[in-house]
């Protein structure tokens, strides 16, 4: 029987397939999306899984509430999200444009937050987007 994950490990591999699904769920046929910041188009794989807040804020490191508009996390590219240091200005004022005034107020209060998360945390959604990402064919 061999050792179970350990969480760094866990939290490796969600990050790997949140960021996947985050830069294919909007994209065309051809694999192409947008900049949410500077609106550029580009193949998804070009593209980075940039973040309003921070990654290192856990309670919104993986936000993607598509029930609730809530999205911390949008297809950047590169220049935005690297040298641009994802232009979190910018990116809040298009929150609030897209997705309703106060947007990007709540996730920066829900970033906040503090919470664990368990090693069955991470195992249910390694499985949930996996599953997503098999829907959308990859």
């Known amino acids: 029987m061999s ?22 769920h909007t994209a065309d046929h ?10 550029r188009r580009m193949h998804y794989k070009e ?9 290192k804020h856990l309670a919104t490191r993986w936000l993607y509430d598509e029930d609730n508009n809530l999205y911390n996390v949008l297809p950047q590219c590169p220049k935005c999200n690297l040298f ?16 309703g005034d106060g947007t990007a107020e ?8 503090s919470i664990k998360l368990t090693r069955a945390d991470y195992e249910e959604q390694i499985k949930y987007y996996t599953e997503k990402l098999r829907e959308l064919g990859y």
Do not use: W
């Not at 641009?84 to 997705?99: A, R």
């Not at 709540?106 to 937050?113: D, F, L, V, Y």
């Open 84 to 99: 641009g240091q994802g232009e979190q200005y910018l990116y809040g004022v298009y929150l609030d444009i897209k997705y």
């Open 47 to 55: 593209l980075h899984a940039g973040h309003f807040m921070s990654r």
């Open 30 to 39: 051809d694999g192409t999306n947008t900049c949410f910041t500077c609106k």
């Open 3 to 24: 050792k179970p994950k350990s969480i760094s490990k866990l939290k490796k591999q969600l990050d790997t397939l949140f960021s996947k699904y985050v830069r294919l």
């Open 106 to 113: 709540a996730i920066q209060q829900m970033s906040k937050s």
